[in-house]
C-alpha cells in the first residue's frame, strides 16, 4: 500500500514547515491530487489518519482536490486556533 508510505511523507513535510515552538495542531491539510497519479482517494485518507496520530496534526482532516495530469502537492494547511 504506497498511500501509507505518502501519507507518512505529507504527515513529515507539515511538520518540518510547522514554525519552532508551534503549540497549536493542525485542524486540516488540503491537497491537489492528479487524476494520473494512481493513489485512492479513500485509502490516503485513512492512512494519513494513521500516520499523524501522536503528532501535530492528530485529528487532522485531508481534503482532496482531484485536478487532471500527474500533480501531488499540499497547498493548505490550517491550523487550530
Do not use: W, Y
Not at 23 to 45: C, F, N, Q
Not at 58 to 74: C, F, Q, R, W
Amino acid at each position: 500500500m504506497h498511500e501509507f508510505s505518502i501519507a507518512r511523507s505529507i504527515v513529515e513535510s507539515v511538520r518540518q514547515h510547522l514554525p519552532a515552538g508551534e503549540l497549536r495542531g493542525v485542524k486540516s491539510v488540503k491537497l491537489r491530487i492528479g487524476d494520473r497519479v494512481g493513489i485512492a482517494p479513500e485509502s490516503l485518507t485513512f492512512c494519513f489518519e494513521l500516520a499523524g496520530q501522536g503528532t501535530a496534526l492528530d485529528g487532522a482532516k485531508l481534503e482532496i482536490e482531484p485536478v487532471p495530469g500527474n500533480e501531488l502537492s499540499v497547498v493548505e494547511v490550517d491550523l487550530e486556533e
